[in-house]
């Protein structure tokens, strides 16, 4: 399944940075970690954390799947906005679930800071604008709910917009929690600090079938190698829904273009991430190299690849929405790309065991939060094996 056009901006700015052998003989271990991308380092850094053993397995090149085409906007806000999951799951639950995202934002600013990772982490605030004037009315719903529960957040006009940010826009939602980064270094440098503590990792290593036992699970690779371990634990993104007869999430493509460095809004909009309330919204923010990366524009999935005339025209029509905002920005376009998620109906990940595969846990952060669902698997994982119960791991059940 192709993830991402080839492309992607990360993986041009970074190349391969890390590179790691194929698995070549059996061999065994506590835990097997299935996907090398920022779900798979985020989880198995938690189990090296824990002193097991831990292999990990990816059957392409280290980070080269969706995490090489994410644009690594780090939100609370997952895509559903509170108010309408309040409504699916209940008012509480929908307040945990928005909390969680805070958490994980903070916990992942502390992981970075604490192994010294330089990928371009940064702290910044989360704008969301209304796209016309029902959204105006939606938003303030959302307003008034995260102010009732004492969300950081405040209401700012058309007029303040174009004051502090030259943008033309309706009202929007601003909060100060949200954070960008470069999820492909960070993936690597986290492998690689892991591997170096005595995690064993394989590219170009393809499962092709499993044994799930009562006792233990028995992978066995594409050219015959086995790996015996305790439990598996896949963190493959949405490529993993293959594995299940139950539908439960979409597969869409999403567009993104990056402009060249130092474009001259860069001192208004670095410190800030930005999105509307259209569906498909359009979302942007800078990076760390001085450049402004914007996304969206989602299709329905393509199995049979996107051509570059779609991906052209895709990256055009992000300019031209992002013009209408922001009619005096100077946009040039540097490179452009496309990346395949996965979207579940509530907009929450799918974390924890499913009934018809023993010994299997499953990290699938799916929809436009994937890093931060996948900062919050860390702790549920680790959960998951001792046995210990979480509210989280009930709102992100399979059988929800």
Not at 311 to 340: C, V
Not at 347 to 363: Q, S, T, Y
Request: glycine residues 6%.
């Amino acid at each position: 399944m192709l993830l991402r056009s080839p492309e992607s901006f990360w993986l041009l700015k970074n190349g391969i940075l890390n590179s790691y052998p194929s698995l070549k003989k059996d061999i065994e271990c506590d835990y097997l970690v299935v996907g090398s991308g920022i779900t798979g380092a985020l989880i198995s850094h938690a189990l090296i954390k824990e002193k097991y053993k831990v292999v990990m397995v990816d059957k392409r090149d280290v980070a080269t799947g969706s995490s090489a085409a994410t644009t690594s906007m780090i939100q609370y806000e997952i895509d559903t906005p509170m108010h309408v999951l309040a409504e699916m799951i209940g008012e509480k639950a929908a307040v945990d679930c928005y909390r969680a995202g805070i958490d994980s934002i903070y916990a992942l600013h502390d992981l970075v800071k604490k192994e010294k990772i330089e990928c371009g982490f940064e702290m910044k605030k989360s704008l969301q604008v209304a796209h016309n004037s029902k959204a105006v009315r939606e938003l303030l719903k959302e307003y008034e709910l995260r102010k009732k529960y004492a969300f950081d957040a405040q209401w700012i006009t058309s007029e303040r917009l174009e004051q502090e940010y030259k943008m033309f826009s309706y009202p929007g939602l601003l909060t100060n929690i949200g954070a960008s980064l470069d999820a492909f270094q960070l993936a690597h440098a986290l492998i690689l600090k892991n591997s170096e503590r005595g995690m064993q990792v394989f590219d170009h290593t393809e499962i092709k079938e499993v044994n799930y036992n009562d006792e233990n699970v028995e992978a066995l690779t594409e050219n015959g190698c086995k790996i015996v371990c305790k439990k598996i634990i896949y963190c493959t993104g949405f490529e993993t829904l293959s594995l299940f007869n139950k539908k439960y999430a979409d597969i869409v493509t999403t567009f993104a273009c990056v402009s060249e460095q130092k474009f001259n809004f860069y001192p208004i909009l670095k410190d800030t991430l930005i999105w509307d309330t259209d569906s498909p919204y359009i979302y942007m923010r800078t990076t760390d190299d001085l450049r402004l990366l914007v996304g969206g524009e989602d299709i329905k999935y393509k199995y049979d690849g996107l051509t570059e005339k779609l991906k052209n025209q895709k990256s055009k029509n992000l300019q031209t929405k992002l013009k209408r905002l922001f009619p005096a920005i100077d946009f040039i376009e540097d490179y452009n790309w496309a990346g395949a998620f996965g979207i579940t109906k509530d907009g929450l990940p799918f974390i924890g065991e499913h009934p018809d595969f023993k010994n299997a846990i499953f990290v699938m952060g799916l929809g436009g939060n994937g890093i931060t669902f996948s900062v919050q698997g860390m702790e549920l994982v680790l959960k998951i094996i001792r046995r210990e119960d979480d509210i989280l791991l009930h709102y992100y059940r399979f059988d929800r």
